[in-house]
């Protein structure tokens, strides 16, 4: 058994059955050491009608202690040659795992390797990423990625790059992240004080500066609906993902660089954002964003996080 398959729950409604469902065919079967899905503390039924196998184990937190440490919960628990961290919304198709398996054990200087990600209308989804540099996070900020995405290339996904075709990419998508197990060896685990976002991206980053490679196989195919677990949760999303944002940045940037991008997030975004967001008639949006900002305030305030 080559995989072991690792995903995190939290309220993923009817994604997650249908998710287990295409992990369980015969032709992916075959290559599936154990499932394990690390659910923080759902209050909704996404647990319910999951179909039966005994390479499942569900293990249930008694609080949402974030995506990074619910990870490690079930990396640590893996034993097998390959770990693919999966997204509740995403689905396999017929012989991803098999042809994961033999593009990885064909190109040994391959750590992590990702695929083309289709959305439930078979489109192409774009799952890769750059990694940032300070002035691409204040491109974003002031709003310029926005009005001139050609010339202002986003410090997020690779809208720039149709992902038609393979290559070596700097990140791919933890919604589809497809590892060798020994890498964890070397880079560790997930930073735990990303509570969510930016922790693929800070873990490819410290696999790089250890010369670690990471791929794109766009032969391989894989079903991400995206935004399955947070879409209803707008203002909470925004602000984790300033908080991480602003954590990555003075983990990986200069004084100079962390400085650029904390001012320009707190001061030059939420100003470009909402009106961006009142110049389209999205009222409520705006208030979202507000909202965020609050929270994020409130956390460096209070030094602590929303949920404590």
Request: aromatic share 14%; charged share 20%.
């Given at each position: 058994?080559?995989?072991?398959?690792?995903?995190?729950?939290?309220?993923?409604?009817?994604?997650?059955?249908?998710?287990?469902?295409?992990?369980?065919?015969?032709?992916?079967?075959?290559?599936?050491?154990?499932?394990?899905?690390?659910?923080?503390?759902?209050?909704?039924?996404?647990?319910?009608?999951?179909?039966?196998s005994?390479?499942l184990?569900?293990?249930?937190?008694?609080?949402?202690?974030?995506?990074?440490?619910?990870?490690?919960?079930?990396?640590?628990?893996?034993?097998?040659?390959?770990?693919?961290?999966?997204?509740?919304?995403?689905?396999?198709?017929?012989?991803?795992?098999?042809?994961?398996?033999?593009?990885?054990?064909?190109n040994?200087?391959?750590?992590?390797?990702?695929?083309?990600?289709?959305?439930?209308?078979k489109?192409?989804?774009?799952?890769?990423?750059?990694?940032?540099?300070?002035?691409?996070?204040?491109?974003?900020?002031?709003?310029?990625?926005?009005?001139?995405?050609?010339?202002?290339?986003?410090?997020?996904?690779?809208?720039?790059?149709?992902?038609?075709?393979?290559?070596?990419?700097?990140?791919?998508?933890g919604?589809?992240?497809?590892?060798?197990?020994?890498?964890?060896?070397?880079?560790?685990?997930?930073?735990?004080?990303?509570?969510?976002?930016?922790?693929?991206?800070?873990?490819?980053?410290?696999?790089?500066?250890?010369?670690?490679?990471?791929?794109?196989?766009?032969?391989?195919?894989?079903i991400?609906?995206?935004?399955?677990?947070?879409?209803?949760?707008?203002?909470?999303?925004?602000?984790?993902?300033?908080?991480?944002?602003?954590?990555?940045?003075?983990?990986?940037?200069?004084?100079?660089?962390?400085?650029?991008?904390?001012?320009?997030t707190?001061?030059?975004?939420?100003?470009?954002?909402?009106?961006?967001?009142?110049?389209k008639?999205?009222?409520?949006?705006?208030g979202?964003?507000?909202?965020?900002?609050?929270?994020?305030?409130?956390?460096?305030?209070?030094?602590?996080?929303?949920?404590?």
């Amino acid at each position: 058994m080559y995989i072991d398959i690792v995903i995190v729950n939290w309220n993923s409604g009817d994604y997650l059955r249908k998710s287990i469902q295409s992990i369980v065919t015969k032709q992916n079967s075959a290559y599936i050491n154990g499932i394990i899905i690390i659910d923080n503390n759902s209050s909704d039924n996404s647990l319910s009608n999951l179909t039966q196998s005994d390479k499942l184990v569900v293990i249930k937190n008694n609080k949402n202690l974030g995506f990074s440490k619910a990870c490690n919960q079930g990396f640590k628990m893996c034993t097998a040659k390959y770990t693919l961290l999966l997204n509740p919304d995403a689905q396999l198709v017929d012989n991803t795992l098999k042809e994961c398996c033999l593009f990885l054990d064909a190109n040994e200087d391959i750590d992590i390797l990702g695929c083309q990600l289709l959305d439930d209308n078979k489109k192409i989804t774009h799952s890769c990423v750059r990694f940032p540099t300070p002035k691409s996070f204040f491109y974003k900020s002031v709003g310029l990625t926005t009005l001139f995405p050609k010339i202002f290339i986003s410090p997020d996904l690779m809208f720039d790059w149709g992902h038609t075709d393979s290559r070596y990419v700097d990140q791919v998508m933890g919604a589809f992240m497809f590892m060798r197990k020994q890498i964890f060896s070397s880079v560790g685990y997930f930073d735990e004080r990303f509570f969510v976002y930016f922790e693929e991206l800070d873990f490819s980053k410290r696999l790089a500066e250890l010369k670690g490679k990471t791929y794109f196989n766009a032969d391989i195919k894989a079903i991400h609906t995206g935004q399955g677990t947070t879409n209803n949760v707008k203002a909470f999303r925004l602000f984790l993902y300033l908080k991480s944002r602003l954590l990555y940045s003075k983990k990986h940037f200069t004084k100079p660089g962390h400085c650029l991008v904390f001012i320009s997030t707190l001061f030059f975004e939420p100003v470009s954002r909402i009106l961006f967001l009142l110049l389209k008639t999205k009222f409520k949006d705006a208030g979202q964003v507000l909202k965020s900002y609050q929270l994020l305030i409130k956390s460096f305030i209070f030094n602590k996080f929303p949920n404590d």
